[in-house]
């Protein structure tokens, strides 16, 4: 038995491996592959194997998605908005130290959850109908909190609207992977093509311990599991709305501080998953819909387990991230970014069209220009979670 | 490049762009099928299909309704995100993409409204 789920907790890190460094290739993509060969998989294993190496797979990505992001410009919708201040600590030499970052804030994210697990379980039993009400008005002020704040408010409002607009859109067409088009070219090409025009060259990268106070570190990781707390048990939000909740209530956060963050609430909101469906019965992303399909009711038994086997997982994967991410760092120094860049972009086309199709690649086009604007006008970008947060406001309300 | 060509064009091409994938979304209707015309090629597809609800199943997660016409009988699931809202009996009409399960086809709703 413990055997078993040893080997299950191993193929589900390498999975979330493969799953968290290569751009474009989602966990639900893992977890569906994982429902329709459940037929075949339920012969040589056990359905409790099956859904270790899932869960094993789902924490390990929110740990590993940062590489790609850091090194390659390539977001996830989860780590998007990191990218900004992740590449610019890329530019000064300190790619390690945002991965390092990014990492402190899943792994504590992670203990600080699993800990507050029994009084998450009691306050949503009591609160959770209450807020949810209150929801759509909390992602409004937000938005409106964002938008005032920025320097140029009327670009700010612009690029909300203008992305949320684009946001409807793309969800109503038929894509099998809507977001990846949409992120992908909202973050990650607009990025590399600015990189490119500017011209930059990127530094020799420095291995060196984290520069960030501890007062730093506490605020972010208890702002990340505030806002992950409020987003992972509702409908319809996620990582991304978490982020923006919590840039509004942390104040300010220095850059590093900014990315412990986002690290912290990618995790967060994956554990709180777990817990969500044990207690109010909800399935709150692909893999745990997988899991709930395949394996039935869930008892508190299981949600030990599953809690304790992300333990094991998050502990294993800070050494990989923390060790592959030494490796990238070497590498990217060596070699001449531009080519890379120019390289990832041409990746990006690819995969695109190859999971989406050209209407897909006609999205992605799209949302390269409209992240742009925010780069030109230098806005802040998170004014473009618009294209999550806007269709969010109008399915909850109408 | 100056900085401000580069924000005209992109602003241009984003509300040029925007426009056409909501014509798009627009005009993408999909097509309704009779429940026995669903086959083998139509997994993965997104159908519309109109029918009564012949039982409902709650699982954690998941809501599991048997949906009759003339013409016979499919199983639609639907994720939870809140309560079903729908009873035995009533007409509804479902989107949603075709799947197979073990050995059958279901349809995984994306939309359901009365119809």
């Keep these: ?398 | 490049m100056k900085e401000s060509t580069l924000l005209k064009i992109s602003l241009c091409f984003s509300l040029i762009g925007v426009f056409i994938i909501l014509i798009i979304a627009e005009t993408l209707e999909v097509k309704q099928y009779e429940i026995s015309s669903i086959t083998e090629k139509e997994v993965d597809k997104k159908v519309k299909i109109v029918g009564t609800i012949s039982s409902i199943v709650e699982t954690p997660g998941l809501f599991i309704l048997d949906i009759i016409d003339e013409t016979g009988k499919i199983k639609v699931v639907i994720f939870k995100e809140d309560d079903l809202g729908f009873n035995k009996y009533d007409d509804i009409e479902v989107t949603g993409k075709v799947i197979r399960y073990k050995n059958y086809l279901e349809i995984e709703a994306e939309t359901i409204s009365l119809s």
């Design chain 1, 1 to 398: 038995m413990i055997l078993e789920v040893f080997i299950a907790i191993l193929i589900g890190i390498i999975l979330g491996i493969i799953t968290g460094l290569t751009p474009g290739v989602h966990i639900n993509l893992v977890a569906v592959l994982a429902l329709t060969s459940f037929p075949i998989l339920s012969e040589y294993f056990s359905v409790l194997s099956v859904i270790i190496a899932l869960i094993s797979m789902a924490v390990a990505h929110t740990f590993l998605d940062f590489i790609p992001s850091v090194y390659l410009g390539v977001p996830d919708p989860d780590t998007s908005l990191s990218i900004f201040p992740s590449h610019r600590l890329l530019f000064e030499g300190d790619g390690h130290e945002a991965v390092q970052l990014a990492t402190l804030g899943s792994l504590f994210g992670l203990v600080i959850t699993i800990f507050m697990t029994p009084l998450l379980i009691i306050s949503v039993r009591n609160f959770y109908p209450v807020i949810k009400q209150y929801i759509p008005f909390i992602l409004i002020l937000s938005s409106s909190f964002l938008i005032l704040r920025d320097r140029d408010r009327k670009w700010s409002l612009i690029e909300f609207l203008l992305s949320g607009v684009l946001g409807l859109g793309v969800l109503s067409l038929d894509l099998s992977q809507p977001l990846f088009p949409l992120f992908s070219g909202m973050f990650g090409i607009s990025t590399l093509l600015m990189s490119l025009k500017n011209n930059t060259n990127l530094p020799t990268q420095n291995i060196k311990d984290l520069s960030i106070n501890n007062k730093e570190t506490f605020k972010a990781l208890g702002c990340g599991f505030i806002a992950s707390s409020l987003a992972g048990f509702l409908p319809g939000l996620g990582s991304a709305q978490a982020a923006i909740i919590a840039s509004n209530i942390t104040g300010k956060l220095s850059s590093r501080g900014f990315i412990v963050l986002i690290g912290s609430i990618n995790t967060i909101v994956m554990i709180i998953s777990f817990i969500a469906l044990y207690v109010i019965d909800r399935a709150r992303n692909g893999v745990i819909v997988v899991v709930s399909k395949i394996g039935g009711v869930l008892d508190m038994n299981h949600l030990i387990l599953f809690l304790g086997v992300s333990f094991v997982v998050a502990g294993l994967s800070t050494f990989l991230t923390l060790e592959l991410s030494k490796l990238f760092s070497r590498v990217v120094s060596k070699i001449d970014y531009k080519k890379v860049s120019i390289l990832i972009i041409i990746l990006i086309i690819s995969l695109v069209t190859f999971i989406t199709g050209l209407l897909g690649l006609f999205v992605l086009i799209v949302s390269t220009f409209v992240g742009l604007i925010p780069m030109l006008k230098n806005t802040g970008r998170s004014h473009l979670m618009g294209s999550l947060i806007i269709p969010v406001i109008l399915y909850l309300l109408l």
